[in-house]
C-alpha cells in the first residue's frame, strides 16, 4: 500500500528465511507464491546454503532490466573515450553446466541465462556496441571451456587491429585466458599461418564453423607478428598484440583486486583497469560513472529501477543494528545513506525477493548529483575466493575439522590450529591452509595422510567451490602447509605486542593475506602436500 506499511509489515530476510518457499516452487508448485508472474527460470548464484549454490528466482522481464543497465555501459564508456562502436570488444566469456529443478524450471548462473537469452541474440543481431564482440555467439556458448577459450582466442587474434578492449566478467577469468593464450600461443598461430582451425583442439562442428566464418584464410604475416612477440619474455602482451585497445574491462573490486599485479603484468601498466557494473543473481544493482579511475576509487553508482535498494548500517567491528519498536531492524532507504557510513546491501526484487540480504558490505563513497555511489567494501564473512568461489568461515572450519577428525584423529594427532590464504600468484589460483599438528612428526612418517586431508577439505566444501575444482578448472588443488609447532603462539605474542590485541579477545585470524604473519607462517612450514585427486562434483 505505502512505504511505512511496506516496511512494517515485512521482515528483513536471509536465504535461509526464503528457501521454504523456493524449494516449493522448485519442486513444481505454480501458485503466486513469491511473485505474481510465474518464475521463469532459478539463478544459480555463488553464494551457498548448507553447501549447495543458492537459487534465486527469476521472471522473464527482468532480462529486459539486465538489457537496460547493459545498454548505459557503452554510453558512460563513450563520454570518456570517444568511438568505441567503432570497434569491437574481444571479451572472453563462458556458459556453465545447468541443471533443472525437479518441476523442469532451468537452474543456471546468471550470465549463462542471459547468453541464451533471446535479448542477447538481439543485441547481436542489431550490432549493439555493447556486444560488438570478436567471439561469435557460437564460441560464447560451447560448453567445453578448453574450444570456447581457444576458438575466442582465435578470432581475437585474427581481428586484433579491430579491438579496443578487452576484458572478462571478472579478472580471474580473463586472466585464465591469457595464461591459456600463452601456453597455447604455438597451435593458435599455426592456425593463424593456414586460415584453419585446428580439428583436434575444437571439435565442436557449431563452432569450428562460426570460427572459419571469422577466418579469411591463411595469414602468415600475422603469425611472423604474434610467434615473435609470444617468444618475447616480457610484460604488456596486450597492448603489443592488440595495439588499438583502451583499456581491459574486468571487474577487480572486491575479492578479485588480489588480481590486479597479474593484469598490470599483462597489460603492461599503460591500459587503465575498467570496472563497469555491479551485479548478482538477486539483481543487477548499478554502474561505474567514473570508468577511469583507479581500482581503489571505484564507486558503483546504484540504478534504482532495478529494485526497491534498503541499507542496513554495519558497523563492521561492533554490530549495531537499530531496530524499531516491534523489535524489526531498522532499515534506511538509498535517498538516506550517509557518507563514509557502511551498509549491508538489502533488495526488493520484482522477482519475489522482499527486504533481501544479499550480504555484500558497501561504503557511501560519495554522490552523482543526489544520488549515492557506493564503494564494493567485502562479502560479509568470506574468507577465501579464487574464482566465483566464495567460502565463508563457517564452511571452511566444519570443512577443515571433519578432515583432521577423518585423518589425523585414527593416527593419534590432533589440529592445534589452522588459518588459510588464497594464493593467487600461479594460474588457476588454490587454497592454501596453515596447520599445525600435535603429533606432527608421526604425521611426517605417513605422508600420504596429509594429501588425504586436502582432499578432504575439498570434498567438505561447497558445491561452488568443487565446480571450479571439477568442470572449470578454475582453482588448482588445495594445498596444506605444515607448519611447526609454536608457529600460532609466536603470531598470537606477534599480534599482542607489534599490533596491541588485547590478549583476552586475540582470536587466530582464519585467513591471512600478504605480509607479516603471511611471513611468520611461511617461514615456520616444514612441508607442504597436495591434494591428489579431484572431489566429487555433480551439476
Ligand atoms: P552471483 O550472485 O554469484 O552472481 O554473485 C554476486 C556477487 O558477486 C555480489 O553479491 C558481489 O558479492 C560480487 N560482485 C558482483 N559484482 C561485483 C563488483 N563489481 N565488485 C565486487 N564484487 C562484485
Given amino acids: 500500500v505505502d512505504k511505512a ?101 532451468p537452474a543456471r548462473p546468471v550470465l ?6 533471446r535479448h542477447f541474440a538481439r543485441a547481436r543481431a542489431a550490432n549493439d556496441p555493447y556486444t560488438n564482440y570478436t567471439s561469435p555467439t557460437e564460441t560464447i556458448l560451447c560448453n567445453d571451456t578448453h574450444q570456447s577459450m581457444y576458438s575466442q582466442l582465435l578470432c581475437g587474434l585474427v581481428l586484433r587491429h579491430e579491438v579496443l578492449r578487452v576484458g572478462a566478467v571478472f579478472a580471474s577469468g580473463f586472466i585464465r585466458a591469457i595464461k591459456f593464450f600463452e601456453n597455447n600461443w604455438t597451435s593458435l598461430c599455426k592456425d593463424v599461418r593456414n586460415g584453419t582451425v585446428d580439428h583436434r583442439i575444437v571439435t565442436d562442428p557449431v563452432v569450428r564453423l562460426a570460427v572459419s566464418r571469422v577466418l579469411v584464410g591463411p595469414n602468415p604475416g600475422l603469425a611472423d607478428f604474434l610467434e615473435r612477440e609470444c617468444r618475447r619474455d616480457d610484460t604488456g602482451i596486450i597492448p603489443r598484440v592488440w595495439s588499438n585497445c583502451k583499456y581491459i574491462d574486468v571487474i577487480v573490486t572486491g575479492a578479485m583486486s588480489q588480481y590486479i599485479p597479474a593484469i598490470d603484468h599483462y597489460g603492461g601498466g599503460s591500459l587503465p583497469l575498467v570496472c563497469s557494473m555491479y551485479a548478482s543473481s538477486e539483481c543487477y544493482f548499478g554502474l561505474n560513472l567514473n570508468p577511469l579511475c583507479n581500482p581503489d576509487e571505484v564507486l558503483y553508482t546504484l540504478v534504482p ?10 558497523d563492521r567491528f561492533v554490530e549495531k543494528a537499530d531496530h524499531d519498536d516491534d523489535g524489526e531492524i531498522k532499515l534506511v532507504d538509498l535517498v538516506d545513506v550517509k557518507l563514509g557510513q557502511e551498509y549491508e546491501l538489502v533488495v526488493t526484487t520484482y522477482a519475489g525477493l522482499y527486504r533481501y540480504r544479499v550480504g555484500d558490505v558497501l561504503r557511501v563513497g560519495g554522490f552523482k548529483n543526489k544520488a549515492p555511489q557506493f564503494t564494493f567494501v567485502c562479502r560479509k564473512n568470506v574468507v577465501l575466493s579464487i574464482d566465483s568461489d566464495k567460502t565463508d568461515e563457517v564452511e571452511l572450519q566444519t570443512a577443515v575439522t571433519r578432515a583432521a577428525v577423518q585423518h589425523l584423529a585414527p593416527l593419534g594427532a590432533s589440529l592445534v590450529e589452522y588459518t588459510s590464504y588464497a594464493e593467487t600468484s600461479n594460474v588457476p589460483g588454490h587454497y592454501v591452509l596453515f596447520w599445525e ?6 604425521i611426517e612418517r605417513s605422508s600420504s595422510t596429509v594429501s588425504e586431508s586436502c582432499l578432504a577439505v575439498e570434498e567438505g566444501l ?78
Fill in 112 to 117: 549463462t541465462s542471459y547468453y541464451k537469452s
Fill in 437 to 442: 599438528i600435535d603429533n606432527g612428526v608421526m
Fill in 462 to 539: 561447497n558445491s561452488v567451490y568443487r565446480q571450479g575444482r571439477v568442470w572449470d578448472s578454475s582453482i588448482g588443488p588445495l594445498e596444506i602447509r605444515v607448519v611447526e609447532s609454536g608457529t600460532f603462539d609466536a603470531i598470537m605474542d606477534h599480534a599482542v605486542t607489534e599490533l596491541g590485541a588485547s590478549i583476552n579477545q586475540y582470536k587466530t585470524p582464519r585467513c591471512v593475506k600478504r605480509g607479516p604473519i603471511f611471513e611468520m607462517l611461511n617461514s615456520r612450514v616444514v612441508s607442504s602436500h597436495f591434494s591428489p585427486r579431484l572431489p566429487k562434483w555433480a551439476p
Fill in 305 to 314: 529501477t532495478m529494485a526497491y535498494f534498503e541499507f542496513l548500517p554495519v
Fill in 5 to 105: 506499511s511496506f516496511k512494517k509489515l515485512i521482515p528483513v530476510v536471509t536465504y535461509e528465511d526464503v528457501k521454504p518457499d523456493i524449494d516449493r516452487i522448485a519442486s513444481g508448485d505454480t501458485s503466486p507464491i513469491l511473485c505474481s508472474q510465474p518464475i521463469s527460470e532459478f539463478l544459480t548464484s555463488s553464494g551457498t546454503s548448507a553447501g549447495e549454490r543458492k537459487l534465486m528466482p527469476t521472471i522473464d522481464e527482468e532480462l529486459d532490466r539486465k538489457s537496460h543497465l547493459y545498454s548505459l555501459i557503452m554510453p558512460v564508456m563513450n563520454q570518456f573515450l570517444p568511438n568505441l562502436q567503432n570497434g569491437k570488444g574481444m571479451y572472453f566469456l563462458f556458459v556453465k553446466s545447468e541443471s533443472k529443478t525437479p518441476s523442469g524450471l
